[in-house]
């Protein structure tokens, strides 16, 4: 069955370094990779979309991989402030498929 | 600009009894998909509707119903409600054919007892 794994622990790190999410699958071939962000009680914000054909994209001090033979994402946020700690979730999606596959998300949190 | 409303934002049930959420789409949007969000989990694909018709499905039962309505917005319908529908239920919109990232609203919080 499909399976999307992010980071299984929460990740704590200090203003200023460069925070890196993993986002890795299984027994899927999406057509594109997205990140989204996700404060408690509100809903997710997208942030960034990834295509298979790409293999990184910017935007600002965020940054995403896409590795479709190692099945892998990475989605880095340098120079991190502690308004970036946050719920990071990626998900999936298949070409014209119309949905969506979340992962569970990692929890980071930017200690001043 | 308006991003996607829904309502209402908290919602207590009994076992058994029925629920309606609501959605309004962003504005030029066309499309509404409905997710379920436990806590501590991932959004939960349930349903995607377009021009007034279910377009997608996910793995729920057929007590999870929907509707969309000529201006975009759209319902979520749950009937004979469980305890383990106690979850945040969120609505994305996006346009159809542009796949550029969905726009999510703050989601309903229901809480079957």
């Known amino acids: 069955s499909q399976k999307i794994e992010q980071n299984s622990e929460a990740l704590n790190i200090q203003e200023g370094k460069t925070a890196t999410l993993t986002c890795n699958y299984t027994?899927?071939?999406?057509?594109?990779l997205q990140w989204y962000r996700q404060d408690p009680g509100r809903g997710p914000v997208f942030l960034l979309l990834i295509r298979e054909n790409e293999k990184e994209k910017r935007k600002e001090r965020l940054k995403v991989t896409f590795d479709t033979t190692l099945k892998q994402s990475l989605f880095h946020i340098t120079a991190s402030q502690p308004a970036d700690s946050a719920t990071y979730l990626c998900a999936l999606d298949k070409a014209n498929a119309g949905k969506s596959t979340f992962g569970d998300g990692t929890t980071l949190t930017v200690k001043p | 600009d308006a991003g996607v409303t829904q309502s209402p934002t908290h919602l207590i049930k009994t076992r058994g009894q029925q629920v309606t959420l609501r959605c309004s789409p962003k504005s030029g949007h066309d499309t509404v998909s409905w997710y379920q969000q436990a806590l501590g989990q991932g959004p939960q694909f349930i349903f995607q509707y377009y021009e007034e018709e279910e377009r997608q499905r996910g793995n729920f039962p057929d007590r999870f119903s929907g509707h969309q309505f000529p201006n975009y917005s759209s319902e979520l319908n749950v009937n004979a409600l469980l305890l383990g529908d106690s979850a945040l239920y969120l609505c994305?919109?996006?346009?159809?054919?542009?796949?550029?990232?969905?726009?999510f609203g703050s989601g309903t919080r229901l809480t079957v007892v």
């Open positions: 994305a919109s996006s346009l159809r054919g542009v796949h550029y990232g969905y726009t």
């Open positions: 027994n899927y071939s999406p057509a594109y």
